[in-house]
């Protein structure tokens, strides 16, 4: 059993459940996704890009929930990513922060956000779970 001091908790099986059911909500239901962390530079340039483009994300920031330990080791099950910014797009894993910088640069990026709805709406906002 993990140390409660050291953050090496042991996660329950229905924690792990839980909060794999929690990213799969999240991602389907918004049409883009930024799975953060605040400190991160990585993340920083992604939410900076996307408030640029005036795209409406749910955004959330790992290191400020309870359960983002949990979240981020969900993702990793998921998606075999283990760092952020964890992206989604249109209920699509799209990646960290090259994938979407790369996307943006061949010219995709744009066009799959107004395909999921993420941009083209009157009032884009960066919403917290």
């Known amino acids: 059993m993990g140390s409660v001091w050291s953050g090496g908790r042991t996660t329950s099986k229905e924690e792990k ?3 794999l059911s929690k990213v799969k909500q999240t991602i389907s239901s918004n049409p883009a996704v ?3 962390k605040t400190w991160c530079g990585y993340c920083k340039k992604v939410k900076q890009l996307f408030s640029e483009l005036n795209v409406s994300f749910k955004l959330y920031e ?4 309870s359960d983002g330990g949990e979240i981020q080791s969900a993702l990793k099950e998921l998606t075999g990513q283990s760092t952020v910014p964890n992206v989604f797009i249109g209920g699509k894993h799209i990646g960290g922060c090259d994938a979407v910088m ?3 640069r061949a010219g995709k990026l744009v066009p799959m956000l107004t395909e999921a709805g993420a941009i083209g709406n ?3 906002q960066v919403s917290s779970i």
Do not use: G, N
Request: proline fraction near 0%; aromatic fraction near 6%.
């Open 122 to 124: 009157t009032s884009a």
């Open 17 to 19: 459940e839980m909060a």
């Open 34 to 36: 930024v799975f953060s």
């Open 62 to 65: 790992l290191d400020e929930e």
């Open 102 to 104: 790369e996307q943006h």
